[in-house]
């Protein structure tokens, strides 16, 4: 397995895909990786030598923000809007959707499991 940025990638898949395991590298940016260090982005990654390897890993450096930067990063980002206490770092705060998403119904994904909370019984009072 190949160590690229501080992963190991797979040595079985394709280059551009086996890119993708990298954070911060999607699809469209490991091709673009793939061209600028002139190699194959459709062979497979144990057919590559240390040489290109070495190649991907210097594009890596100089032009993206990957893994342990870039998570970080986006901390940094969420960190900044709470202590701002703009709407987007409240929400980020009280752990509910931020991007404009109904809550209602359907938020359970950052809402977590449901909490029932007990209706009121129909008690009859006694006069």
Request: charged share 30%.
């Given at each position: ?11 079985e898949k394709i280059t551009w895909c086996a890119l993708t395991y990298i954070h911060g590298v999607g ?16 062979g497979r990654m144990k057919d590559l030598t240390e040489d290109e ?75």
């Open positions: 397995m190949p160590r690229i940025a501080g992963v190991d990638v797979p040595a699809r469209r940016s490991a091709l673009d990786i793939c061209k600028e260090a002139q190699i194959n982005a459709f390897v070495g190649r991907i890993a210097a594009v890596i450096d100089r032009s993206y923000v990957v893994e342990g930067s870039l998570r970080r990063q986006v901390l940094q980002n969420i960190a900044r809007l709470k202590d701002i206490g703009c709407y987007r770092g409240v929400r980020h705060r009280r752990g509910l959707p931020v991007r404009g998403q109904r809550t209602r119904t359907n938020a359970r994904t950052r809402k977590g499991p449901r909490k029932t909370v007990a209706g009121k019984k129909g008690v009859k009072e006694l006069h």
